[in-house]
T-cell receptor
Framework: AQKITQTQPGMFVQEKEAVTLDCTYD???????LFWYKQPSSGEMIFLIY??????QNATEGRYSLNFQKARKSANLVISASQLGDSAMYFC??????????????FGKGTLLTVNP | NAGVTQTPKFRVLKTGQSMTLLCAQD?????MYWYRQDPGMGLRLIHY???????AKGEVPDGYNVSRLKKQNFLLGLESAAPSQTSVYFC???????????????FGPGTRLTVT
């Protein structure tokens, strides 16, 4: 079974609208962390936001927020007020475990977001 | 502060040739990683290192070797390149991830490798 599932290969959104990118995960470890990275066409990987499994509140970073639903094992990324520069590939990733074993990231296959003017 | 740098940025190899990709970081990170990115596959971990002189296999280690002789450098080697190794290679680094601490991985710009 895939540990990280991103079911939307591609998404379109109008500029200034909000968009939600889906991510579901599979783990039996009670301690884990979820990440979202952005990869623009230039190729670099840009860290956006992080949610720990024990965090009580959903993470937010500027226009990015993470809709964390632990019981459903979902960690959707919400981008508010989309901008043309948000057009990119977005990856969800998970780190499992704690202490010395929780450094490996497992990535989903990504969602290509296109923001239309 | 350059962050994570990778050398070279592009390379074309013939089948059977060898090469080494160099990753360097100036953030004093203990952990370093090599990933490959293929279309539709996301990023997959090849090898990683938890400190100077130590390396370990990731998800797709076959055909690759690594070395970490210095804390700031992590080398990825292909001894006999195959077309299946055509990919974009990313290096990343991070601090030691303590319990419930977010230490994200910082990525280099990537190396695009084509094996013909």
């Amino acid at each position: 079974a895939q540990k990280i599932t991103q079911t939307q290969p591609g998404m379109f959104v109008q500029e200034k609208e909000a968009v939600t990118l889906d991510c579901t995960y599979d783990t039996s470890d009670p301690s884990y962390g979820l990440f979202w990275y952005k990869q623009p066409s230039s190729g670099e990987m840009i860290f956006l936001i992080y949610q720990g499994s024990y965090d009580q509140q959903n993470a937010t970073e500027g226009r990015y927020s993470l809709n964390f639903q632990k019981a459903r094992k979902s960690a959707n990324l919400v981008i508010s007020a989309s901008q043309l520069g948000d057009s990119a590939m977005y990856f969800c990733a998970m780190r499992e475990g704690s202490g010395g074993s929780n450094y490996k990231l497992t990535f989903g296959k990504g969602t290509l977001l296109t923001v239309n003017p | 502060n350059a962050g994570v740098t990778q050398t070279p940025k592009f390379r074309v190899l013939k089948t059977g040739q060898s090469m080494t990709l160099l990753c360097a970081q100036d953030m004093n990170h203990e952990y370093m990683y090599w990933y490959r990115q293929d279309p539709g596959m996301g990023l997959r971990l090849i090898h990683y290192s938890v400190g100077e002189g130590t390396t370990a296999k990731g998800e797709v280690p076959d055909g690759y070797n690594v070395s970490r002789l210095k804390k700031q450098n992590f080398l990825l080697g292909l001894e006999s390149a195959a077309p299946s190794q055509t990919s974009v290679y990313f290096c990343a680094s991070s601090y030691y991830p303590g319990l419930e601490i977010n230490y994200e991985q910082y990525f280099g710009p990537g190396t695009r490798l084509t094996v013909t």
